[in-house]
T-cell receptor, first 113, second 114 residues
Framework: DAGVIQSPRHEVTEMGQEVTLRCKPI?????LFWYRQTMMRGLELLIY????????DSGMPEDRFSAKMPNASFSTLKIQPSEPRDSAVYFC???????????FGEGSRLTVL | GQQVMQIPQYQHVQEGEDFTTYCNSS?????IQWYKQRPGGHPVFLIQ?????EVKKQKRLTFQFGEAKKNSSLHITATQTTDVGTYFC??????????????FGQGTILTVHP
């Protein structure tokens, strides 16, 4: 079975540009999570969705960050405008009540110059 | 808010030595999960403990959940180079209604010298 699929795997952009990260959760999972990982702050939960509905976005750093889940098989995390301090690895994870544990994608490594 | 602390932050061992990482939560947890992240990789689920005082083993790995459900430990016997990586504990706050919403510890980075 395919796992959580993220794209792009690597993104290098310049400050001020818009960045869109994409995620396809595991089929049948109804919860999706966006995490950010940095050396300084570790794994931080940004936002999560249940049944495509955003439940808790308290981890979103500021208004420059937005996330959507238009259907059960697709989610995006957008940063506009991007800043160098946004450089990090962004992970998407999905789960279901039956599964319990989180299944992570391989991550999108973002570098903002 | 809920905090999950792990110690040590780093651990360097010789191959064959044992390794232990400890996890402490500021709040009671409904369960504790452990993940491993290889260098350059993504977190991968290892195990979940649910019951107070629970102990589970996976080959050379032993996981414990404290009686108060606020702490946990992972012990690796006779480390191998394949054990290299960062080990994270994570847990949902007890009484929470949102499954899957985990607070992660900062992780313990394990390096193994052959």
């Amino acid at each position: 079975d395919a796992g959580v699929i993220q794209s792009p795997r690597h993104e290098v952009t310049e400050m001020g540009q818009e960045v869109t990260l994409r995620c396809k959760p595991i089929s049948g999972h109804n919860s999706l999570f966006w995490y950010r990982q940095t050396m300084m702050r570790g794994l931080e939960l940004l936002i999560y969705f249940n049944n495509n509905v955003p439940i808790d976005d308290s981890g979103m750093p500021e208004d420059r960050f937005s996330a959507k889940m238009p259907n059960a098989s697709f989610s995006t995390l957008k940063i506009q405008p991007s800043e160098p301090r946004d450089s990090a690895v962004y992970f998407c994870a999905s789960t279901s009540r039956r599964a319990g544990e989180l299944f992570f994608g391989e991550g999108s490594r973002l570098t903002v110059l | 808010g809920q905090q999950v602390m792990q110690i040590p932050q780093y651990q360097h061992v010789q191959e064959g030595e044992d390794f232990t990482t400890y996890c402490n939560s500021s709040t009671t947890l409904s369960n504790i999960q452990w993940y491993k992240q290889r260098p350059g990789g993504h977190p991968v689920f290892l195990i979940q403990l649910v019951k107070s005082g629970e102990v589970k083993k996976q080959k050379r790995l032993t996981f414990q959940f404290g009686e108060a459900k606020k702490n946990s430990s992972l012990h690796i016997t006779a480390t191998q180079t394949t054990d290299v990586g960062t080990y994270f504990c994570a847990g949902p706050k007890a009484g929470g209604t949102s499954y899957g919403k985990l607070t992660f510890g900062q992780g313990t980075i394990l390096t193994v010298h052959p």
